[in-house]
């Protein structure tokens, strides 16, 4: 089985929707041959937009989070279910920005992983280790614990609508890139915790993406790398040609 490696943007807290009509349309011509799954996780507030803007097309609109309740009084939270009615494909989860500034855990990145995918969603689940970890030769181990408690009761079949993406927090916005290499060696070993849980066909058929300052200029390389089944793509995404070119690697 031949896997489709997937380019998604996150937009992060960019675009209007004013500005995400412009955007998505922009798009729409210029990705339009792409080989890989195109994918664009928009704040929730241009989710409408963005799929009204992207319908006929090869586009795939995503949200970039969810809560683990199917309602209640979670304040300022939205739930798979709600997504779900929006059309949403897909759903970041774990995002270092996330775990980094609004208290997210290994433990509420698999409840709303898990929330995600019993609704029928698809899961872009983030892993990736800190300056600080790295440089303390801390990466493998910080990831290893981040993909194992990401995927906790996550079933075999399930996994099938998981991707990971592996971003080193230190390469965000920074400009700064893993080399293609580190960034294969540790996607490797993401892989391996995979198989290690799941067996060696889910761990070949999972798709693994690298993210962090992924741009025009690098995506070619690091797309060759065996191991790299895709970009989350932050900046990039923000403006049409970039994420075009990144996208047509
Ligand atoms: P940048 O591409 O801006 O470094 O962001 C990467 C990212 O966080 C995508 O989720």
Redesign the pocket.
């Known amino acids: 089985m031949t896997k489709k490696t997937i380019i998604a943007g996150?937009w992060?807290m960019n675009k209007t929707n004013a500005e995400t009509k412009e955007l998505i349309q922009a798009l729409v011509p210029l990705v339009k041959d792409a080989k890989c799954e195109v994918v664009c996780c928009v704040p929730f507030t241009d989710i409408v937009t963005a799929r009204k803007a992207a319908r006929g097309s090869n586009i795939k609109i995503g949200a970039q989070n969810v809560h683990w309740a199917e309602k209640g009084a979670f304040t300022g939270e939205i739930s798979a279910e709600m997504l779900k009615e929006l059309k949403v494909q897909y759903v970041?989860t774990g995002?270092?920005?996330r775990r980094q500034y609004f208290g997210e855990t290994d433990e509420t990145v698999n409840l709303r992983t898990k929330a995600a995918l019993n609704a029928g969603l698809k899961v872009i689940v983030?892993v990736g280790e800190l300056l600080s970890e790295r440089e303390a030769g801390k990466t493998a181990e910080v990831v290893t614990r981040q993909t194992i408690g990401a995927l906790k009761d996550i079933s075999k079949q399930e996994l099938k609508r998981v991707v990971i993406?592996y971003?080193p927090v230190w390469?965000?916005?920074?400009g700064k890139t893993a080399t293609a290499q580190d960034a294969n060696d540790t996607i490797k070993i993401i892989r391996k915790v995979v198989r290690k849980l799941y067996g060696r066909a889910s761990a070949n058929s999972i798709r693994i993406q690298y993210?962090?300052?992924?741009?025009p200029k690098n995506a070619s390389e690091l797309m060759a790398m065996k191991e790299i089944d895709g970009g989350?793509?932050?900046?990039?995404?923000l403006k049409p040609e970039d994420f075009a070119k990144v996208v047509n690697y």
């Open positions: 996150n992060k970041l995002h270092s920005e983030c993406a971003e390469a965000i916005g920074t993210g962090g300052s992924m741009n989350l793509i932050g900046g990039a995404s």
